[in-house]
């Protein structure tokens, strides 16, 4: 039995949308980030974090991965070309859509005033649309991975709906497209009846 550490409205979605999809059995703390339930696991405080026995993992990416390859599922064998494969995608969206939507909360509402650089967001918005694009020309199929859905699938349609949110630019209709295939999964529905 998991634990998740983590509010849905936070990268734990990704988490627990993960665990759904694999039907692995699990415990939800909906802790907010920088609250003592999240503090509790990761004295940084942010979230999610994921208790698996005696054993704390954060950053969500790691745990996808992590729990992908503990359970064989939403993943190709570590080693094989398609895990490379699959590992570039996921590391892509991290770095350049992820990456450019973090920075933006950062500057928006997550560091001091009077840390933040409220123009860099105009920047970061135009390369997350330059980026975006890129990466919609390399859409296979159903998936990133073709006709396989894999841990990086997680990640981008998460951005997508946080890039929405926070007022970034249309994905485009290939990537609508895909977002909406993502969101309408069983496993992602469930997800969002959570706190």
């Avoid at 969206?93 to 500057?107: F, Q, T, Y």
């Avoid at 290939?174 to 977002?179: D, G, S």
Wanted: glycine residues 6%; proline residues 6%.
């Amino acid at each position: 039995m998991y634990d998740v550490i983590g509010s849905r409205a936070t990268r734990a979605i990704r988490v627990l949308w993960m665990l759904e999809e694999i039907g692995a059995p699990y415990n939800h703390v909906a802790a907010l980030p920088r609250s003592a339930e999240a503090r509790e696991v990761n004295p940084s405080g942010k979230v999610p974090s994921l208790r698996d026995g005696d054993t704390v993992l954060t950053d969500s990416s790691a745990i996808l991965t992590y729990l992908a390859d503990k359970h064989g599922a939403l993943t190709f064998a570590p080693g094989t070309p398609e895990r490379g494969r699959q590992d570039v995608f996921l590391h892509n969206v991290l770095d350049e859509i992820d990456g450019a939507l973090w920075m933006a909360a950062r500057h928006s509402f997550v560091l001091p005033e009077e840390r933040r650089v409220p123009d860099v967001k105009e920047t970061l918005k135009w390369e997350y649309t330059q980026n975006l694009s890129r990466l919609a020309d390399r859409l296979e199929g159903p998936f990133l991975m073709g006709d396989t859905m894999t841990v990086p699938d997680i990640v981008l349609t998460h951005c997508l709906g946080w890039a929405e949110r926070a007022g970034f630019d249309d994905a485009g209709e290939t990537l609508n497209a895909y977002r909406v295939r993502m969101e309408a999964r069983e496993a992602f529905q469930k997800v969002l009846k959570f706190p």
